[in-house]
């Protein structure tokens, strides 16, 4: 199963811009479909966005709606890391982001993938 690390979480001003970075193990990381996924304090975790694997001539990626247009994923299959850059945070985009993997699609977005990051931690101050 893939492991994998996230990083680049840290304490933000409203407005300002973060890149999370995750870093997958093995050698397959292309046949991932990769997913960030959220949770804020007494809050469930929520879907954030994800892209899909190589095999298609595009890559395809997938937001919801409270991030659209301010979030962009995008992967890098040479250096096996997927980036979530956050752009014109909101306080309440704080919460614990994690990385997700799977081969399917639909697992990745319904929160139900194979592999899990331990999270980093995004606090947005107003």
């Known amino acids: 199963q893939v492991q994998l690390a996230e990083s680049g979480g840290g304490l933000v001003q409203a407005g300002g811009s973060l890149r999370l970075s995750c870093a997958a193990s093995?050698?397959?990381?292309?046949?991932?479909?990769m997913g960030w996924f959220r949770q804020a304090p007494g809050k469930e975790r929520e879907f954030v966005a994800s892209?899909?694997?190589?095999?298609?001539?595009?890559?395809?990626?997938y937001y919801a709606d409270s991030v659209k247009g301010r979030f962009t994923i995008s992967r890098d299959n040479a250096k096996n890391t997927v980036y979530l850059q956050m752009s014109s945070l909101k306080p309440e985009d704080t919460a614990v982001y994690y990385c997700a993997a799977d081969t399917s699609l639909n697992l990745v977005r319904s929160g139900r993938a194979g592999g899990w990051g331990r999270g980093t931690q995004v606090t947005v101050s107003s």
């Open positions: 093995g050698r397959t990381f292309s046949s991932y479909t």
């Open positions: 892209i899909t694997r190589s095999g298609s001539s595009a890559y395809y990626a």
